[in-house]
């Protein structure tokens, strides 16, 4: 029997998603309420999208094999910081990763003159000239299948530098009635490591008049990493959700 | 010389806005913060909205005599839970609290199975039954002039109990692309104290058909505090905005 389960978490204390010898990881905090709840030695979880130390889950999905959990009884469990939104039977030998056939990825802005007094942590600060139709450029430029070498660091596990955007597109929401707020919200097949934060820094830069959408849209064809901007903090990034079946989380 | 002040803090650990012996205060930190900068003795504020103790602000406003102050500066003193988003020359005399037309306020709900593993304390749990349409019908009922005495608590400095509701109105906002999340808006001439925490708690009664329509419409009329339902959280209300000179916060 296979179970699924979909969590939220806030990633600001967790060395990420991947469990790591001394330290504190949201797959090691799952997997240990799944253990008690089902009075197991070990519930192995796989998850849909391995995300860095510091980045958000609204709608991580992790599977494993066995019976599904009672949600109230994992969230008594888990800590605050982490909620199982739902644990559902799902097809046998469904694999959250394998699976998935596409990810979902927002990540925000707060493009203003004062820092944040709620949303510290959960959104970039930046108080930079930014140019809101050049952002809109670049992602349009995104859409398609490129090879996104430059947005991944040059040390990886990565063999496959070729990604397929679904989506993307930068929205100003005015969440806040007043306060308005830059998002960045992409789907595509998946990602590499650091990917979405290396495309923001970059982005950012061409938004800032620091680089041309001209030069954004060079990097695209397999360019060096040392060519693309910096790696947007960790803080400002949300796994927003997993499509299966080619079904899309942003519609 | 007048100057106005926009602000945004979490109320979380907060004992609300005005000062007292002992607590932890907005209006305190503020208040310091502007000494130094300012390097005087005293500059006593005034402000639009005093948030009760847990109450979040977006665009809180608050007056004082003497120049602006620049906005890093304050800041850098400030400390992580309250920002300084503006801070401006206003007309000589203007007084944040006396001039103020209405003021706007959100009411955060995550209705929802799994509880929050990102929003904690920045919105009300709700794991209950809600009907979002009986919601709505009840937001259509606050608009107009009505007697808000069943809404503030019995013991009470206030001294006129009607107000003026220009704008109310609930929004189920899909912000996360997956998760939904319950808003309660609503724009006043003025709020008396808890009155909007009450007015939720009722409307939740209401949605969870545990009170009628009816109901909630007759206690409009200047019903005792007895006859309306539970002080709602203060964890997800947020003041939105402050409107001066008739113009309105929410649009």
Do not use: K
């Not at 599977?63 to 199982?84: Q, W």
């Not at 982005?203 to 397999?222: K, N, S, Y």
């Amino acid at each position: 029997m296979t179970s699924r389960l979909l969590l939220e978490y806030d990633g600001s204390a967790f060395a990420g998603w991947a469990s790591q010898p001394g330290q504190r990881t949201v797959q090691a905090e799952v997997e240990r309420a799944l253990r008690v709840v089902l009075r197991r030695d070990a519930v192995p979880v796989t998850v849909a999208g391995r995300t860095d130390t510091g980045v958000h889950a609204l709608g991580q999905v992790a599977s494993y094999a066995g019976p599904p959990a009672p949600v109230s009884g994992l969230n008594a469990l888990l800590p605050d910081d982490v909620a199982a939104l739902s644990c559902v039977a799902a097809a046998d030998g469904f694999d959250a990763r394998r699976d998935a056939t596409s990810r979902a990825y927002c990540y925000r802005v707060l493009a203003r003159r004062g820092r944040a007094g709620l949303d510290r942590g959960r959104a970039l600060w930046w108080p930079h000239r930014v140019d809101f139709d050049a952002l809109s450029e670049c992602a349009r430029a995104l859409v398609g299948t490129h090879d996104f070498t430059a947005f991944t660091p040059t040390d990886t596990d990565h063999v496959r530098f070729s990604r397929d955007v679904y989506t993307a597109e930068w929205r100003r929401s005015a969440i806040d009635g007043v306060r308005e707020r830059l998002e960045f919200w992409i789907e595509a097949d998946a990602f590499m490591r650091q990917m979405n934060r290396v495309v923001v820094g970059t982005m950012l830069e061409v938004g800032g008049g620091r680089r041309t959408l001209e030069d954004f849209v060079a990097l695209l064809a397999g360019r060096p990493r040392a060519e693309a901007g910096p790696t947007a903090p960790a803080c400002g990034l949300y796994l927003v959700g997993v499509g299966y079946g080619g079904e899309r989380v942003l519609t």
